[in-house]
T-cell receptor, first 116, second 115 residues
Framework: GAVVSQHPSWVICKSGTSVKIECRSL??????MFWYRQFPKQSLMLMAT?????????EQGVEKDKFLINHASLTLSTLTVTSAHPEDSSFYIC????????????FGPGTRLTVT | AQTVTQSQPEMSVQEAETVTLSCTYD???????LFWYKQPPSRQMILVIR??????QNATENRFSVNFQKAAKSFSLKISDSQLGDAAMYFC????????????FGTGTSLTVIP
């Protein structure tokens, strides 16, 4: 099956700093990637849709200036949490959509962010 | 946004027995997909089974099968011959190419398998 990676798998940062999370599709080109956030013991909530070469589309209630998404290539999307606060601590998961009929998507392994 | 509801926060099953997890959804679209994902403690999302809305036949994958009732907007997952490795959080999910293909997840059901 297709492989999607995320880096880092776990990151700790201090309040007020920024942290970048990468999502890579390793064996296919993904024109569309999605970013989800999962709080402990809760479901995955869509944050934004990332399209290669264009601005990301954010879900209602997600601050686009705080969660910067860049999809600069067909295999890489990045999520930057700016001026992180403890309430941003969460599990962030990306999914990458394979082009073609069926719209197959593959999830990355997730990134655990802890803001101290 | 589409609504996906899982009314069972926790379920338990005896090893080798059968368990059914419930899911309902709300949509006005005709073209969509439904999924069951398993999330073990590693938190990697693992696809269990997928159903295309236009297919009347229920999907099956080895010990996993679904009961897809389109008119009732119901999509339950049956796990037969439960194994210890089936213990995980299970999420029902909806996706439609009409609305951009993003996943909408239910709140999840935590499944415990009792030896």
């Amino acid at each position: 099956g297709a492989v999607v990676s995320q880096h880092p798998s776990w990151v700790i940062c201090k309040s007020g700093t920024s942290v970048k999370i990468e999502c890579r599709s390793l064996d296919f080109q993904a024109t569309t990637m999605f970013w989800y956030r999962q709080f402990p013991k809760q479901s995955l909530m869509l944050m934004a849709t990332s399209n290669e070469g264009s601005k990301a589309t954010y879900e209602q209630g997600v601050e686009k200036d705080k969660f910067l998404i860049n999809h600069a290539s067909l295999t890489l999307s990045t999520l930057t949490v700016t001026s992180a606060h403890p309430e941003d601590s969460s599990f962030y998961i990306c999914s990458a959509q394979r082009p073609g009929g069926g719209y197959e998507q593959y999830f990355g392994p997730g990134t655990r962010l802890t803001v101290t | 946004a589409q609504t996906v509801t899982q009314s069972q926060p926790e379920m338990s099953v005896q090893e080798a027995e059968t368990v059914t997890l419930s899911c309902t959804y709300d949509t006005s679209e005709s073209d969509y997909y439904l999924f069951w994902y398993k999330q073990p403690p590693s938190r990697q999302m693992i696809l269990v089974i997928r159903q295309e809305a236009y297919k009347q036949q229920n999907a099956t994958e080895n010990r996993f099968s679904v009961n897809f009732q389109k008119a009732a907007k119901s999509f339950s997952l049956k796990i037969s011959d439960s194994q210890l490795g089936d213990a995980a959080m299970y999420f029902c999910a909806y996706r439609s190419p009409i609305t951009g293909n993003q996943f909408y997840f239910g709140t999840g059901t935590s499944l415990t398998v009792i030896p």
